[in-house]
Nanobody, 125 residues
Framework: QVQLVESGGGLVQAGGSLRLSCAASGRTFSNYAMGWFRRAPGKEREFVVGISRNGGSTYYTDSVIGRFTISRDNAKNTVYLQMNSLKPEDTAVYYC??????????????????WGQGTQVTVSS
């Protein structure tokens, strides 16, 4: 089973960009579909984006389409989330998650086996 460590969060003004990284331990990273979720204060955890094992399929929640891009580098055991045109409503703790059961990413948080500790993203207006 992999272990996940997120990085790259921070404080940014509206319209700015951040790039989150999620580094996985272990040698079987390519066997995992990966997802990014977020939890804003007072709200439920929500799916943001997912990527298939080989990176060929990606799914985005509607609110981030055209602004966020997920990618993965299986040689580096890392998945990335490039976030552009950030809005205050993107403020949340962002978590990456790994699913070893399905080749394609699920939008359901319960499908994921392993979670990172989260990284805070704060977008000021």
């Amino acid at each position: 089973q992999v272990q996940l460590v997120e990085s790259g969060g921070g404080l940014v003004q509206a319209g700015g960009s951040l790039r989150l990284s999620c580094a996985a331990s272990g040698r079987t990273f390519s066997n995992y579909a990966m997802g990014w979720f977020r939890r804003a204060p007072g709200k439920e955890r929500e799916f943001v984006v997912g990527i298939s094992r080989n990176g060929g399929s990606t799914y985005y929640t509607d609110s981030v389409i055209g602004r966020f891009t997920i990618s993965r580098d299986n040689a580096k055991n890392t998945v990335y989330l490039q976030m552009n045109s950030l809005k205050p409503e993107d403020t949340a703790v962002y978590y990456c998650a790994a699913d070893r059961t399905r080749a394609l990413p699920s939008r359901i948080w319960g499908a994921y086996d392993t979670w990172g500790q989260g990284t805070q993203v704060t977008v000021s207006s």
